[in-house]
């Protein structure tokens, strides 16, 4: 018997509100054994934005179940603004072929051959890991997978270059408060922006620098966006040039 379409959640939610849900969720009778990591692809990060997200969630709800015919997508996507629980997570989602029926599926909005990750956009995805471990306490996050891991899949790629699997598992480690030995490189990789740059990881840094609430944030390494790196990276002991290297990431992320 076919499994009828089991619904999306729908609505957006800040990373606390992500966590407060989750923690409230009757797990019925199935729980899974590890998450498995996506990238969307498409749309990419650069365009997600461009539809609002209700519009974005009804498209995908009838993406996978009217053009695809599955009974469920992944469970998660994960914008660097908002977090969008889709599937119900109480129930199996339809993500990885070898892992529907035990693993939840996680999209972070992007793709990541072509596209950093942007800093936002990891801090909500080491979040919404953390929770969802600390829901399941049983999952272990060293099983934690990339969909391309799947020998079942199609999807080689996914979830890109950018997505290292190693600072995930030490990110996720490190949020939930496990003691990590870190790897060389435990933040995706990212440019170092300077003043003149212009792009999403730079509005994601004036996020992470709270420069909205300060009437900035355009995407632009203005002299404000400078002063504001200035200031951070004096107050962390690091060297305080101006530029955004692997060293001011890092803190920041």
């Not at 053009?67 to 119900?88: C, E, M, N, R």
């Amino acid at each position: 018997m076919t499994r009828p379409w089991q619904g999306i959640v729908g609505t957006p939610m800040s990373a606390a509100q992500f966590d407060a849900y989750v923690a409230g969720l009757e797990m019925r009778s199935w729980r899974p054994s590890f998450c498995v990591a996506h990238n969307t692809g498409v749309p990419n990060f650069a365009a997600w934005h461009r539809v609002p997200g209700a519009r974005r969630m009804a498209a995908l709800e009838a993406y996978y179940r009217d053009d695809k015919g599955w009974s469920a997508g992944p469970h998660v996507f994960v914008a660097d603004d908002l977090i969008w629980p889709f599937t119900p997570l109480y129930t199996p989602g339809v993500h990885a072929p070898s892992w529907n029926a035990v693993a939840w599926g996680v999209e972070l909005v992007g793709e990541f051959t072509s596209e950093n990750i942007p800093p936002a956009l990891w801090g909500n995805a080491l979040s919404v890991f953390a929770t969802l471990h600390r829901k399941v306490s049983t999952m272990d996050v060293s099983r934690l997978r990339l969909h391309r891991e799947d020998p079942l899949t199609t999807h080689k790629v996914c979830p890109g270059d950018h997505l290292s699997k190693s600072a995930l598992i030490a990110g996720v480690q490190s949020a939930l408060g496990v003691p990590v030995s870190l790897p060389e490189h435990p933040v995706p990789v990212l440019r170092t922006l300077r003043l003149g740059d212009r792009g999403s990881d730079v509005a994601s840094l004036q996020h992470l620098l709270g420069m909205e609430n300060l009437g900035t944030g355009s995407g632009v390494f203005g002299p404000k966006t400078r002063a504001a790196v200035v200031a951070f990276q004096g107050s962390h002991g690091l060297v305080a040039d101006g530029a955004v290297g692997p060293a001011t990431w890092r803190l920041l992320v």
